[in-house]
């Protein structure tokens, strides 16, 4: 079951590369390099989409809200589905609801999405359990197609996410006239290249988070700190961190550290920082050195060239632009397990966790 894998959890970590080749199947156009959903094609461009969902869902959210804005110019909210459904939220006919939810039976994500057709708004589900809830109420639905996922901890649902809101915001974006030129069929050559970097690359990352795990273990605490698209990465980094391995965990954007948290850093409390080479990384990078000036201790997930001196870099190869994500990914969620499984936790059943959470 577990195809020789110690637990579920890795065996999912270790499919991500097969889930990106099954989320891409049906959806290119390979002949005239554009992304194709046709189950879109009869809807109306919404003139701004609000995103709902929880926990991981919510972060793949975070980061689907930079390319749909960037790519496709649509405004994008996002927000927590227990916090959206009781908030008395403004709804417009032209506006979508965008509900995203791995098991499609998250209690919170169903009432947000049941609030916003009484309201008569679109719901369009991006969800992996074919038959579930969502994607039987939403008004359309795609089906992140990643196969079922058993570990409590989300991983390979979190990268079908990713993708098909990337392939969203390039069809949104084609269709609004938006995209900036080439930017489609670069972007499909990148995401055909991923499966193949990624198989080659997921055994290196696992023997990095099995070297970094011993350091950092006695840790009670850690930050995950990043910018921009790797913000949503860092509070992805640090719930896996404390669900599995129950080590007290906060992601926050960098540039806020100095508006109080970085009153916590000591030599105990270390930062997992997500030094990605895009445009923000100079800001990032100067974030770091206040945290060592604090004698927090800092691992660097980064690419090649990055120069700060840090207690340990955990280099990722390059991949372009966005696409990055799909191997810094996998890096946090290796070294959550490996810090799990080094401090002997159950990692596929955490304490006090259900698979989903259909109360709320
Ligand atoms: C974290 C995790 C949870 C879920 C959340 C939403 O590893 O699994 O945070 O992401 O409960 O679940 P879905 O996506 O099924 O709505």
Redesign the pocket.
Known sequence: QKGGYRHFMLKEIFEQPTVITNCLAGRLDLKNRTVSLPELDALEIPEQIQIV??????HAGLWGQHLLESWAQIPVRVEIASEFRYRNPIFKSEDMILA???????AD?LASMRLAKEHGVKVLGLCNVVGSSVAREADTTILTQAGPEIS???TK?MCSQLILLTLLALYWGRRKQTLPANVESSIITGLLDLPQILEAELPLLRSRAQELAPAYSTARSFFYLGRGMSFPLALEGA??LK?ISYIHAEGYAAGEMKHGPIALIEPEFPTFALALNDALLPKTVSNLVEVQARNGKVIALCHSGFDLEVDHTWEIPNAQGPLSTFLALPALQLFAYEMAVYLGKDVDQPRNLA???TVE
């Open positions: 969902a929880c926990g991981t869902s919510y995203i939810s791995q098991s499609g039976e998250t994500t409590v901890a989300s649902a719930l896996k669900e698979k989903s959470v």
